[in-house]
T-cell receptor
Framework: GENVEQHPSTLSVQEGDSAVIKCTYSDSASNYFPWYKQELGKRPQLIIDIRSNVGEKKDQRIAVTLNKTAKHFSLHITETQPEDSAVYFCAASSPRDKIIFGKGTRLHILP | DGGITQSPKYLFRKEGQNVTLSCEQNLNHDAMYWYRQDPGQGLRLIYYSQIVNDFQKGDIAEGYSVSREKKESFPLTVTSAQKNPTAFYLC??????????????FGSGTQLSVL
């Protein structure tokens, strides 16, 4: 079955700098890659997703890139702000299988 | 926010006791899911249901049971067979089937602790 590895587990960046979180997946049939953000004490919420027929997707300060050959995808947050502090989860799924989540990255935005 | 409601927010279980976590949604979603969240472990699937009166085991179903008698409701029972039940439990729903690339809508979670 699918296995998703996420790095780093913790990331601290200065406010205004960029943050990058990386994930790898094992199942070459996976074709859907969502990213969820979970603020402290709150529910996870989808922030961006990408499908395997697209290499990059942007939404304001957030972007996701996908390299199908290498089986890895990344979340990029530019001009980080205090409200970006949260735990971020990547995930992968194939048409036949369930969504598998990475273990999460705790992002700290330093003042 | 809104649309999928979990209760209670905090729950305590005594030794040998079964407890039930509630999950209700008014989004008219067909699929519902239960995830367990432990620190540093991500979200692990316990059970899921794609349609009323049908449900499937996830990766860590042992010690848990569910029912799906109504489209809106998907309660999770943590039985006494679950030896390490302390965790944060999240319920989610999706329009059709989250496994095929559908957005998951999560509830606000229930923190279960053992007395």
């Amino acid at each position: 079955g699918e296995n998703v590895e996420q790095h780093p587990s913790t990331l601290s960046v200065q406010e205004g700098d960029s943050a990058v979180i990386k994930c790898t997946y094992s199942d070459s049939a996976s074709n859907y890659f969502p990213w969820y953000k979970q603020e402290l004490g709150k529910r996870p919420q989808l922030i961006i997703d990408i499908r395997s027929n697209v290499g990059e997707k942007k939404d304001q300060r957030i972007a996701v890139t996908l390299n199908k050959t290498a089986k890895h995808f990344s979340l990029h947050i530019t001009e980080t702000q205090p409200e970006d502090s949260a735990v971020y989860f990547c995930a992968a799924s194939s048409p036949r299988d369930k969504i598998i989540f990475g273990k999460g990255t705790r992002l700290h935005i330093l003042p | 926010d809104g649309g999928i409601t979990q209760s209670p927010k905090y729950l305590f279980r005594k030794e040998g006791q079964n407890v039930t976590l509630s999950c209700e949604q008014n989004l008219n979603h067909d699929a519902m899911y239960w995830y367990r969240q432990d620190p540093g472990q991500g979200l692990r699937l316990i059970y899921y249901s794609q349609i009323v009166n049908d449900f499937q085991k996830g990766d860590i179903a042992e010690g848990y049971s569910v029912s799906r008698e109504k489209k809106e409701s998907f309660p999770l029972t943590v039985t006494s067979a679950q030896k390490n039940p302390t965790a944060f439990y999240l319920c989610a729903s999706s329009v059709i089937n989250g496994f095929r690339g559908e957005k998951l809508f999560f509830g606000s979670g229930t923190q279960l602790s053992v007395l």
